[in-house]
């Protein structure tokens, strides 16, 4: 979609930020203020918050009040400088009116990484957005004309970007430890049962049904969307492409050192269960870029057999394995094994720490994953998806990723919006 392209630095936005910024006690002490939103992704980031020092955990944000209840006891138990301080909320716009908050973590389910994210930008507050970071491409543009506009950091939890050996296993392909990097594989499996047919009913009384939906259009309540399988929903999640299926993908487009794809094909199916899933659990993709490079996903997910390593690149004097662990292997022309580097962790820890340094020093450009890379990466999950619902190869743009000459494709790059929210969550 946008590519590096125009910075729009608004006079409007440099009075948000100059009005809204940090307090004088946060920039005095370096410290930084967060809230997090979305309680099950989000409780492994609250958790790595509570430990670090210079950060004042002051909201746990979730529309279900259990959620909430437990992220509150597990937080207050900690070790955390600000443990006694944390406050709960429902609805997150009320970390966006307080003006001490210097960034919000965004963990909540996919439909509201775009909307959290621009609405985040436009009160003067830096985000921590998980993955994918849009749960459309328009949404994508608009996070990325925010963090520009508003001048705020945001990052993508791609988390892999800042793993060491990661980066390192990237490094030495750029610099031609296997020759020209021609293709790269990715794989994913999991092992996941059916959802069942769900009933129409009333909301649990635990659960703000009405926040949790936030921008979204309105639909009843299903008894076996929430709290995991809206991923398999078209209308609030991506499907396991854009669940997990994007980490293989991000190294793949890092690694190949690409930016949009000119052509994408899909196949796949729902093929193992008869029931209200709307996204495919098999699922195969293949992204095709200029300079004679592609990269394809494999995603299988009802079995617990491995495809492949997570991440596979080929080039002409050799090959690369990586693991989801951030390990690496190389091999020679003649598949011959030349190094081997054992991963430690995926890099969650260091890519919280870079967005918080990157807050600190004022400075988008420290970011190891900014919103636009991140968007580059997430598209590809999109294009796929897309590929997938209309059965047709999709053509895009090279130079923007904006799809070609199908207007039914067209028409699934963003979506509509309530509209009690549609004002906040755009652009104009």
């Known amino acids: 979609m946008l590519n590096r392209r125009r910075v729009l630095v608004h006079g409007a936005a440099a009075s948000i930020a100059l009005k809204i910024g940090r307090s004088l006690a946060a920039q005095a002490s370096n410290r930084v203020v967060v809230g997090v939103m979305g309680l099950s992704r989000g409780m492994d980031l609250a958790t790595e918050l ?12 979730d529309a279900d009040s259990q959620r909430l ?24 716009r009320k970390m966006l009116d307080d003006k001490d908050i210097d960034a919000i973590f965004c963990a909540a389910p996919n439909h509201w990484h775009g909307p959290a994210t621009i609405m985040a930008c436009k009160a003067g507050k830096h985000v921590y ?9 328009q949404e994508g543009e608009w996070m990325i004309e925010a963090a520009q506009r508003f001048q705020r950091c945001v990052q993508v939890g791609t988390q892999r970007r800042s793993s060491a050996t990661v980066r390192e296993a990237i490094q030495k392909l750029h610099e031609g430890v296997i020759g020209r990097v021609y293709l790269a594989k990715a794989f994913f499996q999991r092992m996941r049962g059916p959802i069942g047919r769900g009933n129409e009913g009333t909301p649990p009384g635990y659960l703000d049904y009405e926040l949790w939906q936030g921008p979204t259009p309105r639909r009843p309540y299903r008894d076996n969307i929430i709290h995991y399988n809206w991923h398999w929903f078209w209308h609030y ?40 899933q709307e996204t495919p659990d098999t699922h195969s993709a293949a992204f095709e870029f200029e300079g004679g490079k592609q990269i ?4 299988v997910s009802c079995s617990q057999h491995p495809p492949g390593p997570f991440v596979l690149f080929y080039g002409m004097e050799g090959a690369m394995e990586m693991d989801g ?9 003649k598949n011959k094994l030349i190094e081997e580097v054992r991963g430690s962790n995926w890099g969650q820890t260091e890519h919280i720490t870079n967005f918080l340094e990157a807050i600190r020093s004022q400075n988008p450009a420290m970011l190891n994953q900014p919103v636009l890379e991140g968007h580059k990466s997430t598209l590809l999950c999109h294009l796929g998806n897309i590929a997938y619902r209309t059965g047709k190869t999709v053509q895009t743009d090279s130079q923007s990723g904006r799809i070609l000459y199908d207007a039914e494709q067209q028409q699934l790059l963003r979506r509509s919006y309530d509209p009690r929210w549609e004002a906040d969550v755009t652009l104009a």
């Open 69 to 92: 209840s437990l992220g509150m006891k597990r937080i207050g138990e900690s070790e955390s400088e600000s443990a006694s301080e944390v406050q709960s909320v429902t609805d997150f």
């Open 325 to 333: 662990d951030g390990g690496y292997r190389i091999f020679d022309a």
């Open 296 to 299: 394809t996903y494999d995603g």
């Open 50 to 61: 509570a430990a670090m020092p210079g950060v004042t955990i002051k909201y746990l944000c």
């Open 237 to 276: 999640g991506n499907g396991e492409l854009g669940n997990n299926g994007i980490h293989c993908l991000d190294l793949c487009r890092w690694g190949l050192n690409v930016d949009y794809p000119i052509r994408t094909t899909s196949s796949g199916g729902r093929y193992c269960y008869d029931d209200d």
């Open 129 to 137: 957005v998980e993955k994918p970071c849009s749960h459309n491409p």
